[in-house]
């Protein structure tokens, strides 16, 4: 190849280059502009009242809890097929992990299976970030066993924290009371950057995050039922969805909290009487839901559907009524303190 | 006499436990192939059995759903072409440049001793790694976010090594004699790497690629670093859309309580391992016809 010929073969690749570079970029504005769009609202009015007829187009990232995913999964589901143009995804990365991303506004929603923690309230704050808070279902922390298990038939809240405590000194059952077998106990349970770790942690032992370590950890669920099912000497305790879909190969254990020993039915769970139930939220980025109309009616469409679509993936609704009054308080501006009105009759 | 001492001294013991020493060896190597066959077979079956029954066209035009039997993989399978495409197209011209400068144009042995040695050991480094700096360095510090194009890049990164090292083996094996006799008839550097290197060398070439693509198709680890777990229903249209790719939408599947769910990551690992199956297979028939080719 002769030397101008190089000359131009070069330029060529170059200018290719240059072209290829300036393609990607006026692509990424155009569809960052196209994102910023959000909806095309269209107002119309009909004898004294707006109607809106609005295409909703944009999209949606929500991200956080493996407990709440489910439930979100499904609604965000109905709900593109309604609007077909607002695209949302769900991420799981834990309630810890997705708060990490919501409190520097990367998302517009997290799934929480508890409330946000002060040290999240701190940097949320630092960086601006205001949220609201929305319960959305009830879980009720399962505590389980192997089938084959005849001796347990309830555990005080006191025999679950000797057994999970840190440096707990429980390794036989005949540890926690002395008619049980002298046999060691197989202990599983979810990993730290679950939310239903830092729940039980906090509830049972009486300080978040304290536990003992010498347990199987998965942030699998199955793995922890899977491990119940096998062992006639294990214990392990999850989330109540996982716990409803195996009911028939292994066995919840009524918990005693001092008003005698509950076991973990969907009404023992709704009126928050078993002492594991959890309410489970959606926290939803202020500013964007302000921003973002087809945020707004994401979020207005998960209240409307919840008590239809909560126990399709295995978990509690609330009463009918605390989504009616959530969406009308929404709808009126009011964000605050929505957990108490899961608590009215 | 000597010989006949030395014979007995290495093959010293009665006739018949030589010959079930020589039977016994030939059982126990047998064995050992036909356990891997078998734990391999009973792998395939397994996620056959659970798995055949949610084949179907739907399963792979349908986005993931809460209801199994409306549940597809077409948004993972589109993510895993895009981002392993995409990676693919980045990694391979950088991958065979660098061979080509190792191998014709690097001048300075110690320089390029280091940068092999280098090369082969990044080959060996657990792909989880490069997800991180992934993240690190494309999705925060450049910005791009959890987007097809970061994934493809760690995945570029993830791949070049396998690629330099095969392209390098491909291009060494090109006789020497072609490459004189092209610059005795007064060929440029470049005549002789576009006309004689290149196509000699292609067939090694292509084989590298394409394997090491077929390895990141299947790679989760770096990718789950990269753009999470995530329910996504459209598959990517841009190289800056969130994405999924399929060992992920498996494992988002398999770690489901429902029992059917299960089910669909078996059909889920089924189409991967078609997919699989079919890039190595592209890769051998290309290699063959190339090859062919070359020596025509």
Known sequence: MSKPKLAAATSTAVLAMIMLLLGVGLGYMLSSQANAGGAKTVTVTITGTDFIVSELSGSIVIDGSSTVYPITEVVAEAFMNEYPDVRVTVGISGTGGGFKRFIKGETDINDASRQIEPSEVERAQKNGVEWIEIPIGIDGLSVVVNNDNDWVDCFTIAELKLIWEPKSGVRKWSDIRPEWPDVEIKLYGPGPDSGTFDFFTEHVVGESGASRTDYVASEDDNVLVAGVEAEKYALAYFGYAYYAIAKDRIRAVPINAGEGCIEPTDENIRTFKYPLSRPLFIYVNKQKFEEKPELRRFVEFYLENAPQLVPMVGYTPFPESYYKRALAFLKAGLHDDLLKLTRLE | ????????????????????????????????????????????????????????????????????????????????????????????????????????????????????????????????????????????????????????????????????????????????????????????????????????????????????????????????????????????RWVFDEFTVMPLQIFNWISRPQPEMRELSAAGIIVLLALLLMMNAAAIILRNKLQKRVIE
């Open chain 2, 1 to 236: 006499m000597g010989n006949q001492d030395l014979r007995q001294g290495l093959f010293r013991g009665s006739g018949a436990l030589l010959i079930f020493a020589d039977r016994s060896v030939s059982f126990i190597l047998l064995l050992g192939i036909s356990l891997g066959i078998l734990f391999l077979s009973l792998l395939l079956i397994t996620v056959f059995i659970d798995g055949a029954a949610r084949l179907s066209p739907s399963f792979l035009t349908n986005p993931p759903s809460a209801t199994p039997a409306k549940a597809g993989i077409y948004p993972a399978l589109l993510g895993s072409v895009w981002v392993v495409g995409l990676a693919a197209i980045i990694a391979v011209p950088i991958g065979v440049a660098t061979a080509l400068y190792l191998t014709e144009f690097s001048k300075n042995e110690r320089l390029r001793n280091l940068v092999y040695f280098n090369l082969t050991n990044l080959a060996g480094v657990p792909s989880v790694v490069y997800g991180l700096v992934g993240l690190s360095l494309l999705v925060y510090t450049l910005g791009l976010g959890r987007s097809v194009i970061a994934g493809a890049i760690t995945l570029a990164f993830l791949i070049l090594p396998v690629i330099v090292v095969a392209s390098v083996e491909a291009i060494k094996a090109v006789p020497e004699l072609h490459k004189l006799g092209a610059y005795a008839l007064g060929a440029t550097k470049l005549q002789v790497i576009a006309k004689i290197i290149l196509p000699e060398a292609l067939p090694g070439i292509l084989t590298g690629s394409i394997l090491s693509t077929s390895r990141a198709i299947g790679e989760a680890a770096p990718l789950l670093v990269i753009s999470g777990l995530l329910f996504i229903r459209d598959a990517p």
